[in-house]
């Protein structure tokens, strides 16, 4: 299985056959397990053995095959799998931290994720530095002796900012510290977390996994050692494990993911190369494409851009939600990575919360939409934009 293509591990790794030997992964949508004996279940939570399972809470066995799965596709040797994105980002820094530490942080953050680190982490004692992600000497200055966590998103939301991973590892492992990324834009099939030595890889399966709007999930990726000694310990014993019928969707999820997530890529691309060419568009941002101004960096790290791009539209606010409305197939919604194409305004939704100068520090405009491309054809997603564009 080591050697196995991505595409290959997200049909096949982790799979677990009853002694019917289905085919299709079988769901075990139950909170308990029976023990044949009173020796056996004292045996059990003395030291459960690989097929063995305690509560759901712990483990069920949809769930580990699903982490077992997701841990393969991100080439990494354990996971743990949650009820969010955000609760695996909450459990992970909750689980690794303690008073007194001190973390560093990318400022282009998803919003909940800054919520986490300024608002609850600070309650606890925990000391938080946020620098500029695309700034590696800023990132070399705040790291210091002291500094035990550092955590980033590898592309961030919703303006696509690419952080220089290996970078960023070294200089944290030099002080022994652990590299957490949250990993949901890049895509678990094109994930670049574990080959630029991140400690951790956080993935909102949410997005791409489910990838049709369903289900809420997440998984944390790491060494054994960190996911069934602390992460395991935390998540178990406060009640964020993902249920096994979400467990079972994103099984048939990662079945299809990497075809989907190829097409929602390129379909992206499409899209970046006509709004580059708009008058009506100030900057478009997809990371990979070359109006992007790390797109260097983003094509030696990762093999495609994502399925998300952002753009600025001339004449702000106004402007912008005259083109949102006016779009026929696009929907307007928070959500990215689902089957149908979506935009976003974030400086009134997902960052509406920020303060003004927040906003401005991270380019998010009155004229700033976010994109995420479905699986529509990609020339009528083209045509939807630009009637849209041109009746502005
Ligand atoms: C969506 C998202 C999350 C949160 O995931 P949920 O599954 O919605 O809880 C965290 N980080 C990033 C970068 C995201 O895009």
């Known amino acids: ?34 023990y044949p004996s009173a020796e056996a279940a004292e045996a059990r939570f003395e030291s459960p053995g690989k097929d ?6 712990y483990g069920n066995p949809t769930v580990r095959m699903f982490e077992d799965r997701m841990a393969a596709l991100m080439d990494f040797e354990d996971a743990f799998a949650c009820s969010s994105g955000m609760s695996a980002v909450s459990g992970a820094l909750m689980a690794l931290l303690k008073v007194g530490d001190h973390v560093v942080s990318s400022r282009a953050l998803f919003g909940s994720c800054l919520y986490v680190l300024e608002d609850i982490l600070v309650r606890f ?10 700034n590696n000497a800023e990132w070399d200055a705040a790291i210091e ?7 980033l998103e590898s592309i961030s939301n919703p303006t696509l900012e690419v952080v220089d991973l290996n970078h960023v590892c ?13 990993d949901a834009m890049a895509t678990p099939i094109h994930s670049y977390a574990a080959d630029c030595g991140a400690d951790i890889a956080i993935v909102s399966t949410t997005k791409h996994v489910d990838g049709q709007g369903r289900m809420l999930g997440g998984v944390i990726t790491g060494s054994r050692d960190l996911i069934r000694g602390p992460i395991e310990a935390y998540m178990k014993h406060t009640g964020g494990a993902m249920n096994p019928f979400t467990a079972w969707t994103h099984l048939k ?17 499409a899209i970046a190369n006509v709004l580059d060419d708009h008058p009506q568009i100030i900057t478009v941002r997809y990371p990979t ?31 912008c939600f005259k083109f949102l409305n006016g779009l026929e197939l696009f929907i307007i919604s928070n959500n990215f990575a689902d089957a149908k194409s ?7 939704t997902t960052h509406q919360r920020l303060p003004q100068e927040q906003k401005d520090l991270l380019g998010i405009s009155g004229g700033l939409v976010r994109l995420s491309a479905g699986l529509e054809d990609a020339d009528d997603l083209i045509s939807d934009l630009l009637a849209a564009l041109n009746a502005i």
């Not at 004692?125 to 946020?130: E, Q």
């Not at 002796?145 to 955590?151: K, R």
């Not at 997530?261 to 691309?269: A, C, G």
């Not at 979506?342 to 009134?348: F, K, R, W």
Request: proline share 2%; net charge positive.
């Open 145 to 151: 002796l002291d500094t035990t966590l550092v955590f």
């Open 289 to 319: 494409h070359s109006a992007h101004p790390q797109h260097i960096l983003a094509c030696t790290q990762g093999e495609t851009g994502g399925t998300v791009l952002a753009f600025e539209i001339k004449g702000g606010k106004d402007a």
């Open 342 to 348: 979506i935009v976003t305004h974030p400086a009134t």
């Open 170 to 182: 070294k200089v944290a492992h030099k002080v022994g510290a652990l590299v957490l990324v949250d």
């Open 1 to 34: 299985m080591k050697y196995w293509k991505k595409s290959t591990k997200a049909v096949h790794a982790g799979t677990r056959r009853s002694q019917y030997g289905e085919v299709s992964e079988a769901i075990f949508l139950t909170q308990g397990f029976v």
């Open 253 to 269: 999820g990662l079945e299809t993911l990497d075809l989907r997530v190829n097409k929602q890529s390129s379909t992206t691309m």
């Open 52 to 57: 063995e399972f305690i509560y759901a809470r």
């Open 125 to 134: 004692g925990v000391k938080i530095t946020l620098v500029d992600g695309t």
